[in-house]
């Protein structure tokens, strides 16, 4: 697979349409990747890093073919993975992979050190004594090869009048903290500490520009502009407590949300980012950047239980989070299609309603996007990959492959 150039955003004119022909020998339900959307985002990504690297997350794209591909890219480097087991099955093509989260799978760690080249490869993320002492009770360090470590730097914000503003994550956030943890990484056998990360997931996550909510786009900014400030002084001040133990090969942050934001701090080494390769309807709510529509899926009518509606096979794929309808998928296309109160995207049907809705007859379809990147490719075994006005070619996700790491 090979990104090729985008041209003149075509998802903003005519995109759903092109795409509906392109696939029209297919039988829904599939998932596809427009290739021009996925060239947009990843060189539009590529730009607002401004220099700064990009680790690729996998959670949020889950199609090995398409993270070799945008690695192809400059500006790319390495890849964020979810699980230790996933990593380890990355590692096997991809030289620099570093476990976005910490790992209780005893199995797995003693698989990463028996290996030299996976623990030259891999290295694990650390927030705790307590998680050096299951990687030693896994396999010991005089029966393994050194495992590399990163430290995880609590990046959310304490307001002192909202409170808690962001994920919880690590317990380690401040300076002296996580000095503390490197100096105990340091001086344990078995271990080599090589990076430090901070995932301000409120700046990152949060769309600071929500469709017909001024006021609250307004405040999140406010919010957004105060923790960056300070997570700015505190993950500097953080760093150079950790850096006089050791030599650090990175310092990741950011995410999709903040690439700019999190490139700009000199405490940086690379920023990670996903979710703005496929362009999920979760980033359609920012005021710095629009992604490409690039992944969605398609489902077939088979039903008209009356006459101003139809029924839509499947579509309960339900984005991960706090409940809510932003965790719905978004129906893209024909435009003028809404989902019913008392059902909306169910596990075996949808029903919608709309203007649309008359107008569509027995197996014509419905595109759909979801709200979330990488989540869609749980469902489906392939993305059908359209360039132009042709479907050339097919992706297979993680679960096309027969994994399933979380």
Known sequence: MRLTTPGGAPWREAHWAAMDAATAHLDPVFAALHLGALTHNALDMQRRADGIPIRIASKSVRVREVMDA???????????????????????TIDDVVVGYPSADRAAYAQLGRSGMLAERVTVMIDSVDQLDLVDAAIAPGKREPIRVCIELDASWNARVLGHIGVWRSPIHTADQARKLAEAIVGRPGFTLVGMMGYEAQIAGLGNAPAGKPLMARV?????????????ERRT???????????????????????????????????????????PHLFDNYQHFTPAPAAAFALPVVRRPAPDRVTLLGGGWIASGPPGRDRLPQIAWPQGLTMVDREMA???????VGAAAGKLRIGDRVWLRHTKAGELSEHANELHVVDGDAVVGTVATYRGEGKAFL
């Open 220 to 232: 999140v900014r406010a919010i957004q502009r105060s923790s960056m400030a300070e997570l700015v």
């Open 346 to 352: 169910g596990e075996v049907q949808t029903p919608v």
């Open 237 to 279: 001040a953080a760093v150079h407590a950790v850096s006089q133990l050791t030599t650090l090969e990175f310092v990741n942050g950011g995410g999709t949300g903040s690439i700019e934001r999190t490139s700009a701090d000199p405490s940086v080494t690379e920023v990670a980012a996903g979710s703005g390769l496929f362009g």
């Open 70 to 92: 945008v690695l192809e890219l400059p500006g790319y480097r390495g890849v964020l993975a979810y699980t230790l087991p996933e990593a380890i099955w990355l590692a096997r």
